[in-house]
T-cell receptor, first 115, second 110 residues
Framework: GAVVSQHPSRVICKSGTSVKIECRSL??????MFWYRQFPKQSLMLMAT?????????EQGVEKDKFLINHASLTLSTLTVTSAHPEDSSFYIC???????????FGEGSWLTVV | EDQVTQSPEALRLQEGESSSLNCSYT??????LFWYRQDPGKGPEFLFT???AGEEKEKERLKATLTKKESFLHITAPKPEDSATYLC???????????FGPGTRLSVLP
């Protein structure tokens, strides 16, 4: 149980365009989901906490207008990178608070390459 | 401020050479300490949750232990497939945030 799925696993987009990444909890409802960014050989950097039905809480230094997060249902959160630039290229990972709320489970991650 | 540190940063072991990874934390009112395994290019995979000092959990060659200030992930007779980055995280008292350590990159050589 407690499976989290991300889509797409890899995406290439042109500079200036927007790209959306989906995070779904497959077998449980997640009121809270988290979005991370990870650079090679570095740890997870929390970008924002997404609560169903309310605005996301962004970490300091993360641009809200650039990284749009929507958590419209109990099983889906989306991250939209707007006006993407090559420096946005990274590995983006979502996680969801599992049943009982005491453990978080991660998606498989999404590689974004902006060319 | 809640903090999590992990040591060593990287560890190379020969197959069968047991060792331990350390996770030290400073958080008031720990609600849980978590261990994850992350393979390159993949999301972290949940391993263990520990809630109170003295607690231990095991899974195959891995055993996690917890004290009031640190946790250890013991790896017994590791195999090359145990090579990965091991992350620990603590859940803050408010129950909302999870603070991750930087990870330990483990390489097990055949």
């Amino acid at each position: 149980g407690a499976v989290v799925s991300q889509h797409p696993s890899r995406v290439i987009c042109k500079s200036g365009t927007s790209v959306k990444i989906e995070c779904r909890s497959l077998d449980f409802q997640a009121t809270t989901m988290f979005w991370y960014r990870q650079f090679p050989k570095q740890s997870l950097m929390l970008m924002a906490t997404s609560n169903e039905g309310s605005k996301a809480t962004y970490e300091q230094g993360v641009e809200k207008d650039k990284f749009l997060i929507n958590h419209a249902s109990l099983t889906l959160s989306t991250l939209t990178v707007t006006s993407a630039h090559p420096e946005d290229s990274s590995f983006y990972i979502c996680s969801a608070r599992g049943p009982g709320g005491n453990t978080i489970y991660f998606g498989e991650g999404s590689w974004l390459t902006v060319v | 401020e809640d903090q999590v540190t992990q040591s060593p940063e990287a560890l190379r072991l020969q197959e069968g050479e047991s060792s331990s990874l350390n996770c030290s934390y400073t958080v008031s009112g720990l609600r849980g300490l978590f261990w994850y395994r992350q393979d390159p290019g993949k999301g972290p995979e949940f391993l263990f949750t520990l809630y109170s000092a003295g607690e231990e959990k095991e899974k195959e060659r891995l055993k996690a232990t917890l004290t009031k200030k640190e946790s250890f992930l013991h790896i017994t007779a590791p195999k090359p497939e145990d090579s990965a980055t091991y992350l620990c995280a603590v859940q803050a008292p408010d129950g909302q945030n999870f603070v991750f350590g930087p990870g330990t990159r483990l390489s097990v050589l055949p």
